[in-house]
């Protein structure tokens, strides 16, 4: 079973409106972390965000913040203001608990596609 | 320089050679991990260092994949009789902390391999 879904695999926006990236995420562990990566087409991944699964409050950097809703199990990227340079790939990961192995897991991807 | 960085960034070899990539982390993190990346995917983890520890390996798709890290720092990826579906990305990410879900992790650029 897939522990981490993107279900958009491509979204447009146009320059300087918001956009919603989507992720939901399967864990059964109370202690995880959640993790927005970018990667545009040079390739590298260029951390976003993070959100605690015992964080109160919604996680927020500059332009980025991130809609954590714990019951529905999402954690969805919200991009205000999008500009040209915000077009790449956009990964959502998870680190589960101690208990469980050290690594990222990785959803599928969505390629956001900003428009002039 | 301050981030992650690996070499070479492009290698091609032909069918059945050898190749090494290297990852040299951020100065002082503990953690250090190996992801493969194959096109239009999300990466997926291969192995995890703590220091020189390799401590979980559980992602290396077969015995040709050896990865070491014996001094805790550089960390280098070998991959035995290359095949053609070994063509990918390769990421290394390095963190700061042992493995707490809060650790965030810092990717290098990438090692694209191409297998003829």
């Known amino acids: 079973a897939q522990k981490i879904t993107q279900t958009q695999p491509g979204m447009f926006v146009q320059e300087k409106e918001a956009v919603t990236l989507d992720c939901t995420y399967d864990?059964?562990?109370?202690?995880?972390?959640l993790f927005w990566y970018k990667q545009p087409s040079s390739g590298e991944m260029i951390f976003l965000i993070y959100q605690g699964s015992y964080d109160q409050q919604n996680a927020t950097e500059g332009r980025y913040s991130l809609n954590f809703q714990k019951a529905r199990k999402s954690a969805n990227l919200v991009i205000s203001a999008s500009q040209l340079g915000d077009s790449a790939m956009y990964f959502c990961a998870m680190r589960e608990g101690p208990n469980y192995g050290q690594n990222f897991v990785f959803g599928p991807g969505t390629r956001l596609s900003v428009l002039p | 320089g301050a981030g992650v960085s690996q070499s070479p960034r492009y290698k091609v070899a032909k069918r059945g050679q050898d190749v090494a990539l290297r990852c040299d982390p951020i100065?002082?993190?503990?953690?250090l991990f190996w992801y493969q990346q194959a096109l239009g995917q999300g990466p997926e983890f291969l192995t995890y260092?703590?220091?020189?520890?390799?401590?979980?390996k559980s992602g290396l798709p077969s015995d040709r994949f050896f990865a070491e890290r014996p001094e805790g720092s550089v960390s280098t990826l070998k991959i035995q009789r290359t095949q053609q579906e070994d063509s990918a990305v390769y990421l290394c990410?390095?963190?700061?902390?042992?493995?707490?879900?809060?650790?965030?992790?810092?990717f290098g650029p990438g090692t694209r391999l191409t297998v003829l």
């Open positions: 864990t059964s562990d109370p202690s995880y972390g």
């Open positions: 100065s002082g993190h503990v953690s």
């Open positions: 260092f703590q220091n020189e520890a390799q401590l979980d």
């Open positions: 990410a390095s963190s700061l902390a042992r493995g707490k879900s809060t650790d965030t992790q810092y």
